[in-house]
């Protein structure tokens, strides 16, 4: 089966821009969260959808905003870029039965110029 | 707020050597417990787990106890190889229920010949 996929795999935007990051879940999976990992620290929880609705959002400014697709693919969006955006970006799901396990994609890196 | 301290790496050890890495968890309750790793350039991948008080997770030769009386979740390896230098990250949930996560700030793993 496939693993969780996400795309791009590296991206390189400038100050102020907006950007928009993809995932994919697990066949199945109907839950899907976003955390950032700065360079050498642990992930940070962003946001968490199920069927479509956020169950959970992380300390991050409005500036992030997420969503969940019919087919329960999810979007991460960031308006504004700052440099601190800088970061790898990772999208996890979760099936149904066993919900506080997490399946990681590779992760987009970002890099905010 | 619930959270987790991993001893800071890196942790160098020489092929067959024994890997302890130490975590320690501040939670209300007894959560799940979990041991994640991730390979240089890669996303997450769920290591093992343990879901209640003087459980044991084990996989690919890993050990962890769950340990209430020293909330504690120390990870063990008999005998390390080179393919296991990596970062490894141990995470519980965060309070407020739903499938997220907080982790630990990664303990790094380098093995010699």
Wanted: proline share 5%.
């Amino acid at each position: 089966d496939a693993g969780v996929t996400q795309s791009p795999t590296h991206l390189i935007k400038t100050r102020g821009q907006q950007v928009t990051l993809r995932c994919s879940p697990i066949s199945g999976h109907k839950s899907v969260s976003w955390y950032q990992q700065v360079l050498g620290q642990g992930p940070q929880f962003i946001f968490q959808y199920y069927e479509k609705e956020e169950r959970g959002r992380g300390n991050f400014p409005d500036r992030f905003s997420a969503r969940q697709f019919p087919n329960y693919s999810s979007e991460l969006n960031v308006n504004a870029l700052l440099l601190g955006d800088s970061a790898l970006y990772l999208c996890a799901s979760s099936p149904p039965d066993r919900g506080r396990e997490q399946y990681f994609g590779p992760g987009t890196r970002l890099t905010v110029t | 707020g619930d959270s987790v301290t991993q001893m800071e790496g890196p942790v160098t050890l020489s092929e067959e050597a024994f890997l302890t890495i130490n975590c320690t968890y501040t939670a209300t309750g007894y959560p799940s417990l979990f041991w994640y790793v991730q390979y240089p350039g890669e996303g997450l991948q769920l290591l093992l787990k343990a879901t209640k008080a003087d459980d044991k997770g084990s996989n690919k030769g890993f050990e962890a106890t769950y340990r209430k009386e020293t909330t504690s979740f120390h990870l063990e390896k008999g005998s390390v190889q080179v393919s296991d230098s990596a970062v490894y990250f141990c995470a519980l949930p965060l309070e407020g229920g739903g499938n997220k996560l907080t982790f630990g700030t990664g303990t790094q793993l380098k093995v010699e010949l």
